[in-house]
């Protein structure tokens, strides 16, 4: 079985910063891209910032200058470095991972359950 953990989440105040983390546990033989996305609300579910494996980033137009994106392999935990926080970055926000089980299977993608951020204005 295979988890991603999101932790971190919070109240910040708009200008604030928060670090998001997602570690995943369990049967992993390989992990590629991993990413960040989050859902406001009553609005859809929307990228925030994906890496590759080997560290190559892509990011949404609104967070571009704002959010960082980093992981760690040897951890297999991908991190979320968020400033310059707004009210308009309030979602919850999901950890993704594109990995495979074993040496035989395909890859499959897994997501967390979810952390919340709060910007107050």
């Known amino acids: 079985q295979v988890q991603l953990v999101e932790s971190g989440g919070g109240l910040v105040q708009a200008g604030g910063s928060l670090r998001l983390s997602c570690a995943a546990s369990?049967?992993?033989?390989?992990?590629?891209?991993m990413g960040w996305y989050r859902q406001a609300p009553g609005k859809q579910r929307e990228l925030v910032a994906t890496i590759t494996s080997g560290g190559s980033t892509t990011y949404g137009d609104s967070v571009k200058g704002r959010f960082t994106i980093s992981r760690d392999n040897a951890k297999n935990t991908l991190y979320l470095q968020m400033n310059s926080l707004k009210p308009e970055d309030t979602a919850v926000y999901y950890c993704?991972?594109?990995?495979?089980?074993?040496?035989?299977?395909?890859?499959?993608?897994?997501w967390g359950q979810g952390t919340q951020v709060t910007v107050s204005p």
């Open positions: 369990g049967s992993i033989f390989s992990i590629n891209a």
């Open positions: 993704t991972s594109e990995l495979r089980r074993s040496i035989r299977s395909g890859w499959s993608n897994y």
